[in-house]
């Protein structure tokens, strides 16, 4: 079955650059579209963005500024820049598949199990 | 940004009990809600789609409703393993938005 994990630093320093990727196995980053949400702890979920598998892209504007989302479809992972990051950024991330069923419904339907990114000095 | 109002925020009840979850938008959202269940330490997991329609594998005592802005999530019969947090989430519109979740305890 498809799986999603995500891989990234663990610790960032304030105002660096977030790293993430997110390698999808037992399936094709083709034709679907993907995410990342965020999860500081104790809190609720937060939307960051949407890329397709051609690379268009759609971002919370409230960190829009700062994110850019990416693929590599030769290895079948797609990935975020989280620039200039603060503590509040500090949260458990996710990657998903974001799956839209006809008409027009959208849902993650396969998460990754998330990775804690802490930005601290 | 469509903000999203869950109540209650925390909810004690006995397995075989009947639970219900309100999930509220600030603007009509038609039925473009979906339901997650997220257990302790773990990734969330997708439960409803389009306000009622169940993921497949989902357990029959789950079910979803409303339209517009206003809407529900129902445990017929509380089992131990649905003892968890759940969110709703809106995909009318981006920025998508979550709600703050309901936390289901044992009581």
């Known amino acids: 079955q498809v799986q999603l994990q995500e891989s990234g630093p663990g610790l960032v320093k304030p105002s660096e650059t977030l790293s993430l990727t997110c390698t999808i196995s037992?399936?094709?980053?083709?034709?679907?579209?993907w995410g990342w949400i965020r999860q500081p702890a104790g809190k609720g979920l937060e939307w960051i963005g949407r890329?397709?598998?051609?690379?268009?892209?759609n971002y919370n504007p409230s960190l829009r500024s700062r994110v850019t989302m990416s693929l590599d479809t030769s290895k079948n992972q797609f990935s975020l820049n989280l620039r200039s990051v603060t503590v509040a950024d500090t949260a458990v991330y996710y990657c998903a598949r974001d799956l839209k069923r006809l008409p027009n419904y959208w849902y993650f339907d396969l998460w990754g199990r998330g990775t804690l990114i802490t930005v601290s000095s | 940004d469509i903000q999203m109002t869950q109540s209650p925020s925390s909810l004690s009840a006995s397995v075989g009990d009947r639970v219900t979850i309100t999930c509220r938008t600030s603007q009509n959202i038609s039925i473009y809600l979906n339901w997650y269940q997220q257990r302790p330490g773990k990734a969330p997991k997708f439960l409803i789609y389009a306000s009622s329609s169940l993921e497949s594998g989902v357990p029959s005592r789950f079910s979803g409703g409303g339209s517009g802005t206003d809407f529900t999530l129902t445990i017929s019969s509380l089992q131990v393993e649905d003892f968890a947090t759940y969110y709703c989430q809106q995909s009318y519109t981006t920025p998508l938005t979550f709600g703050g979740g309901t936390m289901l305890e044992i009581k």
């Open positions: 037992g399936g094709s980053i083709n034709s679907y579209f």
């Open positions: 890329i397709s598998s051609i690379g268009s892209t």
